[in-house]
């Protein structure tokens, strides 16, 4: 089974200021999804972006991108000019796209983000 | 709002009893999916259901069981309970359920059932 590994439990940033959460994970495949989720303290689980693998351009939305490093198997996310309403944990979260039974998910043990006013 | 709805919001309950918990995926999805999520873990895959049919199935214990019903709706039964059961109760759902197809599939989850097991 695929893994991944956040290895950042906690981060903290100052409003306004920029953060990167890490993800790491390990597949044999070529194609495959990899995901941010985001969840506040209401519990909510809310998908924050999404990249595919087979594209090179780093996914953006808003304040939020990533750094895609497929041959690193490397998966960050930036927030910049944070906001309060970001602090939560963080999910990566990785999806096959090769066919098969299931539709499997594999998340890590999130990061979960302070923002200091 | 995901459009998952989930309910109980909240269950507590002792050692030894039986639960159901109960979950209604988005319009139109075929798959719903359970997770457990404890305090010092991340979100563990349970099993997934596909229009009906169990698709996969993760680290789920034999004294827990999963349907999906022909409206599609899923219950989660969790029997003989013990107090490492506690934990949060995540359903999810998405359009298909196949891996392969759907390029653009995500996973959009309920709000979670707390269970607190005494």
């Known amino acids: 089974a695929q893994t991944v590994t956040q290895s950042q439990p906690e981060m903290s940033v100052q409003e306004a200021e920029t953060v990167t959460l890490s993800c790491t994970y390990d597949?044999?495949?070529?194609?495959?999804?990899l995901f941010w989720y985001k969840q506040p303290p209401s519990r909510q689980m809310i998908l924050v972006i999404r990249?595919?693998?087979?594209?090179?351009q780093n996914a953006t939305e808003n304040r939020f991108s990533v750094n895609f490093q497929k041959a690193a198997k490397s998966f960050s996310l930036k927030i910049s000019d944070s906001q309060l309403g970001d602090a939560a944990m963080y999910f990566c979260?990785?999806?096959?796209?090769?066919?098969?039974?299931?539709?499997?998910?594999?998340f890590g043990t999130g990061t979960s983000l302070t923002v200091i006013p | 709002d995901s459009g998952v709805t989930q309910t109980p919001k909240h269950l507590i309950t002792a050692t030894g009893q039986r639960v159901t918990l109960r979950c209604s995926p988005r319009?139109?999805?075929?798959?719903v999916y359970w997770y457990q999520q404890s305090l010092d873990q991340g979100l563990q895959f349970l099993i997934q259901?596909?229009?009906?049919?169990?698709?996969a199935k993760g680290n789920i214990l034999e004294r827990f069981s999963a349907q999906q019903f022909p409206d599609l709706h899923s219950e989660l039964n969790l029997s003989s309970l013990e107090l490492g059961d506690s934990a949060l109760y995540f359903c999810?759902?998405?359009?298909?359920?196949?891996?392969?197809?759907?390029?653009?599939?995500?996973?959009?989850f309920g709000s979670g059932t707390q269970l607190s097991v005494l």
């Open positions: 999810a759902s998405s359009v298909g359920g196949v891996q392969g197809t759907g390029k653009d599939e995500k996973l959009f």
């Open positions: 597949t044999s495949e070529s194609d495959y999804y």
């Open positions: 990249q595919e693998a087979y594209k090179q």
């Open positions: 979260a990785y999806r096959s796209a090769a066919r098969g039974t299931g539709n499997q998910f594999y």
């Open positions: 319009s139109g999805d075929l798959s």
């Open positions: 259901y596909y229009n009906g049919e169990e698709r």
